[in-house]
């Protein structure tokens, strides 16, 4: 299994925007393996917020206004990515794009999404899949005032999908 890993740092957030998107490769399926999405600027009771989070996958038009993210894989002597991965797009990704989970996020703790293995089931059964050439999208709403937000993707690129 080969593991890949895309973050941004110290990122000044102050809309709603597509803190990740990636795009598997036209070869090869992704599954999502882990979110970590923390800010460390707004703590107290006055600064308490809660934002909407989101997973949406199967978007045609991508996003716009982030960065470019190179993802490093966690082991050092294995091959790079090729699925394309973009942060912090200030233009949301937009067209037939399905909603696949949806949460709220409490700024003053951070979060996690790492879905559960359920040993009854298939392996896996709880993770999301992209398709070759398929884009997802891990999206939050605006926050009140301007917070600094750090975000690690943990992700494996699965072979070749038996069905496109």
């Known amino acids: 299994m080969t593991v890949f890993t895309a973050t941004f740092a110290a990122v000044a957030v ?3 925007q597509d803190l990740f998107e990636i795009v598997a490769p ?3 399926r992704v599954r999502l393996l882990e979110l970590d999405i923390g800010q460390y600027t707004d703590f107290g009771d006055a600064a308490a917020e809660i934002l909407s989070i989101s997973i949406h ?4 038009t ?6 470019t993210v190179t993802p490093a894989n966690l082991d ?4 790079v990515a090729g699925a394309t991965v973009e942060a912090n797009n200030t233009t949301v990704a937009t067209t037939a ?3 696949l989970w949806s949460t709220a996020w409490h700024i003053q703790a951070g979060f996690v999404w790492r879905p559960l293995e359920d040993v009854h089931e298939a392996p896996y059964r709880r993770h999301i899949l992209i398709k070759p050439s398929q884009r997802l999208v891990v999206r939050i709403t605006a926050p009140a005032d301007e917070i600094t937000v750090n975000g690690t993707m943990l992700f494996e690129e699965i072979g070749k999908s038996p069905v496109s």
Do not use: D, E
């Open 14 to 16: 102050t809309a709603a």
């Open 97 to 99: 794009g399905v909603l």
């Open 26 to 28: 036209a070869n090869s």
């Open 62 to 67: 991508s996003g716009s206004g982030g960065s």
């Open 76 to 79: 050092p002597y294995s091959r």
């Open 57 to 60: 996958r199967g978007h045609t």
